[in-house]
């Protein structure tokens, strides 16, 4: 998937779980990629947010580092 | 197995059901009860008495014009026509008096001096009511005879004895496709007049002239049945009770002898019909009384649009090629399935496990699409399974979901019986879901108020009778901020269901919503700039949802294929909430679900992230039941969504797609990514019936059979279970299951299913909703609707009547958000998608039959306006041009869309209007955003380029080589 097309989709995501009173923005994000986004889409999130994470919204790359340490854990 | 084999001609009662106090009554002699407001005649039938008739039958109101049902009732002067008479408690009712008897010979005998003697060849001969009525009153000689050489009037000879020509004689009209009106066999019962006033509601016909004048007549003086606004439904066809309105199918191939009741393979309404045969040809569908969807109604396509079955283009065959760039060869089953399999073992030997995946069917069954998704998690091992609710009601699961804990639509289609007011947003009922439209608009001419909330004026805002009280003429894309814009007058004006809320709702989501919906931010007149509906029409029909009784909601894709596609339907369940529309009949959210079986391919655990049932793989207790069962590991983590597929197959990651009846290049947005990503594969196989566009990208073919040719479940929009019925064998020899099946076996799997039946087995053992359903209880009920289990045996018609399923509805902050998809000085208009009644989803099916006749291409509807300022007149070619791509076609200058709205079909792969949508998506489900696209339009001299190249491309794609020797 082009860089673009997956910041926007995470974006989006991001933005939506923004406008929620009352919860975790950012754990909510990241509920939302494990539950919907394949690994491999996760992994390019992963990559993209270590190379600078342009253009990323900061609750998706707060959200990705909730994803990586979800993983560890396992 | 049994199948429901049942006469064809079934029991005609005469006048419609009546609901009311009982009443009893004596008819021959024999007491029976009925409720208050039955006729004299529906009283007898169900006392098994059958009085002749001619003009009365049970679909539409009793008329009381023939005369032929008159009776004798005690202490009542003269013979009263029992059609028309309503019981009486105490009455005494004599059918068969002699004087009773004489009246209906005397009134046969006129009927018949002025009507045809052709039975023996008639097209109707044995299936006439004319022919029965005579026989059954003992008419045995008509004393009204022409004198020689003179004239005589009547209307079924062509020249009157004196040989001049009869004046009164018509020809036959056989304009439309389907049936034929021959005005010589008519008997001006009306009853062709009432059912397309009072079941179909297009008012398309009339009697045109008084006493011996009197016709039949389609439109306005000059139309024929095409040229009129006849929809072709079939519903003057099956009243019709003689040759007179004929489908061409039976004049051509007789009368059948049998029948099975089966269910449409057309949009989610899922009409039940009778698939009426001769032998093993079809002769006719005849939509089927009992049917609880569609209550003996039809459309063109489910009623006449079969012919595709039949059609040469279909492959009968299996073929394979090595590369897409070769022609097909014909193979048998055992090559094309072990060179599939061998394909897709050694793709995943090379590329990981996950390199692999399939679509599952909207179209299919649900046994097969449960197999599908099955092939997906138990043979290939990943999640990698998806089926086309992504790209249209994808949003309605999550958005449900999230608000009220199921996806499911809340209502049954007899619900809008009771609706006062209702709000069609987002969908087109009159093309798109054609019988529910017809009830809707029953609904409507007996009062109900309707708000119609779409950017163009959809049929359903101003027809015959029918005329929506408030249209909000949105513009593309602002779907949230109307809602919200509504609820924000409900809750600001105080017209909020308060006990409901307190009661129903979990009143700490309500706190938020409240304030955060009550900001002046929300108000109509705040949003009216950005929506282009004026705040006072938009409050008006707020508060006429809030306060004007029942009110529902019924929506499509217009609510759901947006970038908040999943914040809109959250939205429309807090309308529902806070108006107390929720949980009784004539309410609810109905989301109107575009394929047959897009709601049963939802259920089966067709997504990536859920087992059948909706629940997520990542639960470990659900995993447990199917990895008993199936004996292997499941993967915990969602696979691919379509979209995702693409991508990935582009970035190299993605090589093989097993698709099965879909056709994801003409349907899914942005058509040259698609294609991009299906050339990336290595093994791409399509099943289906015809070689679509999608197989141009194909190595490996699997000929589908048809609804006809199998048996199955298809699940409706009213989550209603309905039997598919096999009339018919399947012409490739195996129906679409058993062919997964063989691609199972063939990757090493063994399961062994001998009938769809065991299918349905294992589905209610492994998924509770579904725990109580099998083909008995289908065959006793003929349908039920999910959840069906323990605690609801006979299935569930309204869900949420005590409490919502997760508990306590859930208000959700619906925060209007732009799309990315803007307009600009390149790209200065929106571009918004739809259908037409005639033709279906990608046109797969509905282009090979005679529906072309209504639509044979795509067309671009632009405002006069916009037209004016491009040059731009009637029928012209037009480039439309996106930054996606462009394609050309012709243009259609009305009104119905607003000026900077232009509005096409996608039925027609020649126009390929995919090619001009994006790869933006709904946040949440990534089903895209068809009906936002900022698009230009300019003069054109005919196709582009792009066409030509793709139509070049699919014609060499198509190629097959002559079978060998």
Same mark, same amino acid.
């Given at each position: 998937?082009?860089?673009?097309?997956?910041?926007?989709?995470?974006?989006?995501?991001?933005?939506?779980?923004?406008?929620?009173?009352? !919860? &975790? *923005?950012?754990?909510?994000?990241?509920?939302? $990629?494990?539950?919907?986004? /394949?690994? @491999?889409? =996760? %992994?390019?999130?992963?990559?993209? !947010? &270590? *190379?600078?994470?342009?253009?990323?919204?900061? $609750?998706?790359?707060?959200? /990705?580092? @909730?994803? =990586? %340490?979800?993983?560890?854990?396992? | 197995?049994?199948?429901?084999?049942?006469?064809?001609?079934?029991?005609?009662?005469?006048?419609?059901?009546?609901?009311?106090?009982?009443?009893?009554?004596?008819?021959?002699?024999?007491?029976?009860?009925?409720?208050?407001?039955?006729?004299?005649?529906?009283?007898?039938?169900?006392?098994?008495?059958?009085?002749?008739?001619?003009?009365?039958?049970?679909?539409?109101?009793?008329?009381?014009?023939?005369?032929?049902?008159?009776?004798?009732?005690?202490?009542?002067?003269?013979?009263?026509?029992?059609?028309?008479?309503?019981?009486?408690?105490?009455?005494?009712?004599?059918?068969?008096?002699?004087?009773?008897?004489?009246?209906?010979?005397?009134?046969?005998?006129?009927?018949?001096?002025?009507?045809?003697?052709?039975?023996?060849?008639?097209?109707?001969?044995?299936?006439?009511?004319?022919?029965?009525?005579?026989?059954?009153?003992?008419?045995?000689?008509?004393?009204?005879?022409?004198?020689?050489?003179?004239?005589?009037?009547?209307?079924?000879?062509?020249?009157?004895?004196?040989?001049?020509?009869?004046?009164?004689?018509?020809?036959?009209?056989?304009?439309?496709?389907?049936?034929?009106?021959?005005?010589?066999?008519?008997?001006?019962?009306?009853?062709?007049?009432?059912?397309?006033?009072?079941?179909?509601?297009?008012?398309?016909?009339?009697?045109?002239?008084?006493?011996?004048?009197?016709?039949?007549?389609?439109?306005?003086?000059?139309?024929?049945?095409?040229?009129?606004?006849?929809?072709?439904?079939?519903?003057?066809?099956?009243?019709?009770?003689?040759?007179?309105?004929?489908?061409?199918?039976?004049?051509?191939?007789?009368?059948?002898?049998?029948?099975?009741?089966?269910?449409?393979?057309?949009?989610?309404?899922?009409?039940?019909?009778?698939?009426?045969?001769?032998?093993?040809?079809?002769?006719?569908?005849?939509?089927?009384?009992?049917?609880?969807?569609?209550?003996?109604?039809?459309?063109?396509?489910?009623?006449?649009?079969?012919?595709?079955?039949?059609?040469?283009?279909?492959?009968?065959?299996?073929?394979?090629?090595?590369?897409?760039?070769?022609?097909?060869?014909?193979?048998?089953?055992?090559?094309?399935?072990?060179?599939?399999?061998?394909?897709?073992?050694?793709?995943?030997?090379?590329?990981?496990?996950?390199?692999?995946?399939?679509?599952?069917?909207?179209?299919?069954?649900?046994?097969?699409?449960?197999?599908?998704?099955?092939?997906?998690?138990?043979?290939?091992?990943?999640?990698?399974?998806?089926?086309?609710?992504?790209?249209?009601?994808?949003?309605?699961?999550?958005?449900?979901?999230?608000?009220?804990?199921?996806?499911?639509?809340?209502?049954?289609?007899?619900?809008?019986?009771?609706?006062?007011?209702?709000?069609?947003?987002?969908?087109?009922?009159?093309?798109?879901?054609?019988?529910?439209?017809?009830?809707?608009?029953?609904?409507?001419?007996?009062?109900?108020?309707?708000?119609?909330?779409?950017?163009?004026?959809?049929?359903?805002?101003?027809?015959?009778?029918?005329?929506?009280?408030?249209?909000?003429?949105?513009?593309?894309?602002?779907?949230?901020?109307?809602?919200?814009?509504?609820?924000?007058?409900?809750?600001?004006?105080?017209?909020?269901?308060?006990?409901?809320?307190?009661?129903?709702?979990?009143?700490?989501?309500?706190?938020?919503?409240?304030?955060?919906?009550?900001?002046?931010?929300?108000?109509?007149?705040?949003?009216?700039?950005?929506?282009?509906?004026?705040?006072?029409?938009?409050?008006?029909?707020?508060?006429?949802?809030?306060?004007?009784?029942?009110?529902?909601?019924?929506?499509?894709?217009?609510?759901?294929?947006?970038?908040?596609?999943?914040?809109?339907?959250?939205?429309?369940?807090?309308?529902?909430?806070?108006?107390?529309?929720?949980?009784?009949?004539?309410?609810?959210?109905?989301?109107?679900?575009?394929?047959?079986?897009?709601?049963?391919?939802?259920?089966?655990?067709?997504?990536?992230?859920?087992?059948?049932?909706?629940?997520?793989?990542?639960?470990?207790?659900?995993r447990a039941i199917y990895e008993r069962i199936w004996g292997v590991e499941i993967d915990p983590e969602p696979g691919l969504r379509i979209p995702n597929m693409l991508d990935?197959?582009?970035?190299?990651?993605?090589?093989?797609?097993?698709?099965?009846?879909?056709?994801?290049?003409?349907?899914?947005?942005?058509?040259?990514?698609?294609?991009?990503?299906?050339?990336?594969?290595?093994?791409?196989?399509?099943?289906?019936?015809?070689?679509?566009?999608?197989?141009?990208?194909?190595?490996?073919?699997?000929?589908?059979?048809?609804?006809?040719?199998?048996?199955?479940?298809?699940?409706?929009?009213?989550?209603?279970?309905?039997?598919?019925?096999?009339?018919?064998?399947?012409?490739?020899?195996?129906?679409?299951?058993?062919?997964?099946?063989?691609?199972?076996?063939?990757?090493?799997?063994?399961?062994?299913?001998?009938?769809?039946?065991?299918?349905?087995?294992?589905?209610?053992?492994?998924?509770?909703?579904?725990?109580?359903?099998?083909?008995?209880?289908?065959?006793?009920?003929?349908?039920?609707?999910?959840?069906?289990?323990?605690?609801?045996?006979?299935?569930?018609?309204?869900?949420?009547?005590?409490?919502?399923?997760?508990?306590?509805?859930?208000?959700?902050?619906?925060?209007?958000?732009?799309?990315?998809?803007?307009?600009?000085?390149?790209?200065?208009?929106?571009?918004?998608?739809?259908?037409?009644?005639?033709?279906?989803?990608?046109?797969?099916?509905?282009?090979?039959?005679?529906?072309?006749?209504?639509?044979?291409?795509?067309?671009?509807?632009?405002?006069?306006?916009?037209?004016?300022?491009?040059?731009?007149?009637?029928?012209?070619?037009?480039?439309?041009?996106?930054?996606?791509?462009?394609?050309?076609?012709?243009?259609?200058?009305?009104?119905?869309v607003s000026p900077g709205v232009v509005y096409t079909t996608f039925h027609h792969p020649d126009t390929q209007a995919n090619v001009i949508t994006t790869d933006h998506s709904?946040?949440?489900?990534?089903?895209?955003?068809?009906?936002?696209?900022?698009?230009?339009?300019?003069?054109?001299?005919?196709?582009?380029?792009?066409?030509?190249?793709?139509?070049?491309?699919?014609?060499?794609?198509?190629?097959?080589?002559?079978?060998?020797?």
């Amino acid at each position: 998937m082009s860089p673009d097309k997956m910041v926007r989709m995470a974006n989006q995501i991001a933005v939506f779980f923004s406008t929620q009173p009352d !919860v &975790d *923005a950012a754990d909510r994000v990241a509920a939302h $990629l494990a539950d919907y986004w /394949d690994p @491999r889409m =996760r %992994a390019q999130l992963h990559a993209h !947010v &270590d *190379a600078g994470g342009e253009g990323l919204d900061p $609750l998706v790359i707060a959200a /990705d580092a @909730r994803l =990586r %340490a979800d993983q560890t854990a396992d | 197995m049994k199948d429901f084999i049942i006469p064809v001609r079934e029991r005609d009662m005469g006048t419609p059901a009546r609901t009311g106090a009982p009443v009893t009554l004596k008819i021959d002699g024999v007491q029976v009860t009925v409720p208050e407001g039955t006729s004299v005649m529906r009283a007898a039938a169900e006392a098994g008495i059958a009085v002749p008739k001619l003009c009365a039958t049970d679909s539409v109101e009793a008329f009381g014009s023939c005369r032929l049902c008159v009776v004798e009732i005690a202490g009542r002067r003269g013979t009263p026509a029992s059609c028309t008479t309503p019981v009486a408690e105490g009455m005494e009712v004599r059918t068969g008096s002699d004087r009773v008897r004489r009246v209906r010979r005397g009134v046969m005998e006129l009927y018949i001096s002025d009507h045809p003697l052709d039975c023996l060849t008639c097209a109707a001969n044995g299936d006439c009511e004319l022919q029965d009525m005579a026989g059954m009153v003992g008419l045995r000689d008509v004393r009204y005879t022409a004198p020689e050489g003179a004239g005589l009037a009547n209307h079924f000879t062509a020249r009157d004895t004196s040989g001049a020509a009869n004046l009164q004689w018509l020809p036959k009209d056989d304009s439309n496709p389907y049936f034929t009106y021959d005005p010589s066999k008519c008997i001006v019962c009306s009853r062709c007049v009432r059912a397309c006033e009072e079941v179909q509601g297009t008012f398309a016909l009339t009697i045109e002239g008084r006493g011996f004048d009197s016709r039949v007549s389609a439109g306005a003086a000059g139309d024929d049945f095409l040229t009129s606004d006849c929809v072709s439904c079939g519903a003057c066809v099956q009243a019709c009770p003689t040759a007179t309105l004929q489908e061409k199918s039976v004049i051509e191939m007789g009368t059948p002898d049998r029948a099975v009741v089966t269910t449409c393979a057309y949009c989610g309404v899922g009409c039940s019909f009778k698939a009426e045969m001769n032998g093993d040809q079809l002769v006719r569908m005849v939509p089927y009384k009992h049917g609880k969807a569609n209550r003996g109604h039809s459309c063109v396509k489910g009623r006449f649009a079969y012919g595709y079955a039949q059609h040469p283009d279909r492959v009968l065959s299996p073929m394979i090629r090595e590369r897409i760039d070769e022609p097909w060869r014909e193979v048998d089953w055992d090559t094309a399935l072990s060179f599939a399999a061998r394909r897709l073992r050694d793709i995943q030997a090379r590329h990981g496990r996950k390199s692999v995946g399939v679509i599952t069917s909207s179209r299919c069954t649900n046994e097969e699409t449960y197999l599908v998704q099955k092939l997906a998690r138990a043979v290939f091992g990943n999640n990698n399974t998806d089926t086309c609710a992504r790209v249209c009601h994808s949003p309605t699961g999550y958005g449900l979901g999230q608000t009220y804990g199921t996806s499911a639509g809340t209502q049954d289609f007899d619900s809008v019986e009771e609706t006062d007011v209702a709000i069609v947003i987002g969908a087109n009922p009159t093309d798109g879901h054609p019988v529910f439209a017809s009830r809707l608009k029953k609904r409507l001419r007996a009062g109900a108020k309707l708000i119609v909330i779409d950017p163009r004026r959809i049929d359903l805002v101003k027809s015959p009778h029918v005329a929506a009280a408030h249209h909000l003429p949105l513009r593309p894309g602002t779907n949230v901020a109307v809602l919200s814009a509504m609820a924000h007058v409900i809750v600001t004006e105080g017209l909020v269901d308060d006990a409901f809320i307190r009661d129903r709702c979990d009143a700490e989501a309500y706190a938020h919503y409240a304030e955060f919906i009550s900001d002046a931010r929300h108000s109509p007149e705040a949003v009216e700039m950005l929506t282009g509906v004026p705040a006072a029409s938009l409050r008006d029909a707020a508060r006429l949802y809030a306060t004007g009784g029942n009110g529902a909601i019924y929506y499509g894709l217009g609510v759901t294929e947006h970038s908040q596609g999943s914040t809109t339907v959250m939205a429309i369940a807090n309308l529902a909430m806070l108006t107390g529309n929720i949980g009784r009949p004539g309410v609810g959210v109905n989301p109107l679900r575009g394929q047959n079986n897009v709601q049963g391919a939802c259920d089966m655990g067709s997504f990536p992230h859920e087992l059948p049932g909706y629940r997520h793989v990542k639960g470990a207790e659900v995993r447990a039941i199917y990895e008993r069962i199936w004996g292997v590991e499941i993967d915990p983590e969602p696979g691919l969504r379509i979209p995702n597929m693409l991508d990935a197959a582009v970035d190299g990651t993605f090589k093989g797609l097993y698709c099965q009846g879909e056709d994801i290049l003409q349907s899914d947005p942005d058509t040259k990514h698609v294609a991009a990503g299906l050339a990336a594969m290595e093994c791409v196989i399509v099943h289906d019936l015809f070689l679509n566009e999608t197989a141009n990208y194909a190595h490996v073919f699997l000929p589908g059979s048809t609804f006809l040719e199998k048996d199955g479940t298809f699940t409706n929009a009213e989550r209603r279970i309905n039997r598919v019925r096999q009339g018919i064998p399947p012409r490739t020899g195996y129906a679409d299951w058993e062919v997964t099946q063989l691609l199972a076996g063939a990757m090493g799997a063994d399961w062994g299913y001998t009938h769809p039946a065991q299918i349905m087995e294992e589905i209610a053992l492994t998924t509770p909703s579904f725990a109580g359903v099998d083909y008995a209880l289908l065959e006793e009920k003929g349908s039920v609707q999910w959840p069906v289990n323990a605690a609801a045996p006979e299935g569930t018609p309204l869900m949420h009547v005590d409490g919502f399923v997760r508990g306590r509805g859930r208000f959700m902050v619906t925060e209007y958000v732009a799309t990315d998809e803007r307009t600009g000085p390149r790209y200065p208009l929106l571009l918004t998608t739809g259908r037409i009644l005639s033709q279906y989803n990608v046109g797969a099916q509905t282009r090979r039959t005679d529906n072309v006749v209504w639509h044979a291409e795509d067309v671009l509807e632009i405002h006069p306006h916009d037209a004016e300022v491009r040059g731009v007149s009637e029928g012209d070619w037009v480039k439309l041009a996106s930054r996606s791509g462009e394609t050309a076609l012709r243009a259609k200058l009305t009104d119905r869309v607003s000026p900077g709205v232009v509005y096409t079909t996608f039925h027609h792969p020649d126009t390929q209007a995919n090619v001009i949508t994006t790869d933006h998506s709904d946040w949440a489900t990534n089903c895209p955003e068809y009906k936002v696209t900022a698009v230009q339009v300019s003069l054109s001299n005919g196709p582009t380029e792009w066409q030509e190249d793709y139509a070049a491309q699919a014609a060499r794609a198509r190629r097959i080589l002559p079978a060998a020797e």
